[in-house]
């Protein structure tokens, strides 16, 4: 094995990539792993107004049919979204998604 740890390796695999489709210009070549962009804002999942209560999304048999099992956080109201999440959505989806991951799973909406 090389002296390149894992993150040198993702990071170049990155660059590569983003050579290949063009999506970096030569001056925006990502120089360490800070340097990749974060998603903002809100994901663009529709759930057609569909607020589900966080008491309901807890217990898998009790939500409804097409409930999307990886996002449930995002059929919570906004005061419940904040009161069990401990953030609002802009932040929350901020986070890494490892991080958001850790977060649903100590609100219990796994």
């Known amino acids: 094995m090389s002296g390149e740890d894992v993150y040198e390796r993702k990071l ?3 660059n590569l990539e983003n050579s ?3 999506g ?8 360490s792993v800070d340097d990749i962009p974060k998603p903002t804002g809100t994901p663009k999942v529709e759930t ?16 409804p049919e097409g409930v999307d ?3 449930l956080e995002i059929y919570l109201s906004d005061q419940e979204f904040e009161g069990f ?7 929350f989806y ?6 958001q991951l850790r977060i649903k799973k100590s609100a219990g909406l796994f």
């Not at 210009?25 to 120089?31: G, V, W």
């Not at 057609?48 to 939500?63: D, S």
């Not at 901020?94 to 991080?99: D, G, H, L, S």
């Open 24 to 31: 970096l210009k030569q001056s925006q070549k990502l120089e």
């Open 94 to 99: 901020e986070q890494p998604k490892w991080k």
């Open 85 to 91: 999440l401990k953030m609002n959505r802009s932040t």
């Open 20 to 22: 290949v489709v063009g």
């Open 48 to 63: 057609g107004g569909l607020i589900i209560p966080f008491e309901k999304l807890k217990i898998k048999n009790l939500r």
């Open 12 to 14: 170049r695999k990155l």
């Open 69 to 71: 099992q990886g996002s």
